[in-house]
């Protein structure tokens, strides 16, 4: 939680979520607002060497105190190599972020058809073809997807 002091009144500002599509060649990205209602597509970052340094960097940058990653399972509901590549990934980027003082939690959504649903939304409101042929777009959108559900999850159980 990040304290602002503006025109002599403390203000509070909740920590925003951080949303990852994580996939082998790009990883897509999407940030929630602070009161954890919306969430934005952020882009999409290169699933290379600097990756875990890079998230953890915009955690600190954006003051992220929770990471939802789409876990990736069968239309059955099982557990694929994907799965388990994923989990390998949140526990490293765990790990990192515990050596680097970093505290966010890591949590896990199921992703089953976000980026279907990503490129059915980019079809909806990306006008130019040659925008809707961009490959991360789909990444980000899906992180979107993901990052929106689980904010609306969180806010149904809430209500009960």
Known sequence: MIFILQHNQI?????????IDYGLKRVGIAVSDESLTISFPRDYLPNDSKLIKTLTELVREESIGK???GMP?????????????TSQFSAKLKRYLEQKEVSAEIDFIDERLTSRMA?????????KRSKRREKGLVDEMAAQIILQNYLDREKNLRQN
Not at 74 to 85: A, L, V, W
Not at 119 to 127: D, S
């Open 11 to 19: 203000i509070t500002t909740l920590p925003k979520y951080l949303g």
């Open 67 to 69: 990471i939802v990653i």
């Open 73 to 85: 399972v069968t239309m059955s509901g099982e557990r694929s190599e994907q799965t388990e590549i």
């Open 119 to 127: 490129g059915a939304e980019i079809i909806r409101t990306v006008p």
